[in-house]
């Protein structure tokens, strides 16, 4: 219950979706009181009460759970709208062993509607819920080599740091095989942290770190390299499947309200030669990085002189698109 009152949106919720089961538990026995009489004693069937209870208490379990657990997103909406739904048609159901409706035609029509409709939404969620941890599982095969080297892992983002993206990239030139680099940098991240606050600016890192994720294929890493600053290895890369995934990423991070400077690197031919040792792998793993380095800040002090973007602008790209679904780009795959 702490972590819930942390997050306002999560407690307002859950306060919400309370009060509508409160009173629609007030008011639908209210007025089947008005307009029909309840059974008699002996009428009553208490064990078709005791299980339509409990399947009506269970879902407004379940459905507390998702609310008090899940982020905002299509994916929740429609659990919510389906475990609603379902727990309403419960409810009319056990109210139906408590007063006599076959005089109220309506409330017979009603009362067949909410559990399938509900078990249909339901079904639609979860199935995108399977999609959805589909991705997360591919989330954690690129990241599973170093999640135990706690030293080398990302606090707010969980990815991996500077210091493990090198260690691992230095492993990958002594391989000798193909390899790509992409480095990403927010732009104008500095100024969204002053207008929106350091929590949207971390939510904001969480979640572009996460779409970065899903959008790379199992034998590729993403790090937060420094800040705002992401890097992406990919493997087996050839130039043109890197300039068109660097490509895409830029055009992407428009669905999050914000640009963003892309620069890619390939290895020279020269760069990795048999029979190198440990400290010279590194260095070449050095240069890479700070070659990928300088073209970021050739970007940034190029844009430097074009218009910053007003306050009103960003504070209202910020408050409008932070929050929206990850942009429509597949998943990168290198052609066969």
Known sequence: MHNILEHPAKS????????????LMFLVPLLLWQNTSAKVFTQVD???IAAEGALFIMGMCWLMVI????????????????LSSYCLGCYL??????????????????????????????????WQWRDEQNVVNRQLQTREQFYRQHQLTDSLTLLNDANAFEHHLVKQLARQQPLGLIMLDIDYFHQFNQLKGAE???RLLSEVAQWLSSQLRSQDLVCRYAGDRFVI???GAIASLVSTMAEQL???????????CVAWVLPSPKTVCANQSQQQLKGEAQILLKSLNEKISQ????????????????????AGTLHQPSPPIHSFSEPR
């Open 93 to 126: 159901d056990l109210l139906d062993e408590i007063f006599i409706v076959k005089t109220l035609p309506i409330y017979n029509w009603f009362e067949k509607l909410p559990t399938p409709i509900g078990l249909v939404i339901l079904t639609t969620g979860l």
């Open 46 to 48: 208490w064990l078709d």
């Open 12 to 23: 307002f919720r859950l306060a919400i979706v309370y009060g509508l089961s409160l009173l």
């Open 250 to 260: 830029q055009q992407g991070m428009s669905a999050f309200g914000c640009e963003a």
């Open 200 to 202: 949207e600016g971390d």
């Open 67 to 82: 609310v008090s657990v899940r982020p905002s997103g299509r994916v929740t909406h429609l659990l919510v709208i389906g």
């Open 233 to 235: 290895l990919l493997n």
């Open 299 to 318: 970007q940034k002090s190029q844009r430097a002189t074009a218009t910053v973007p007003s306050s009103q602008t960003m504070a209202q790209s910020a």
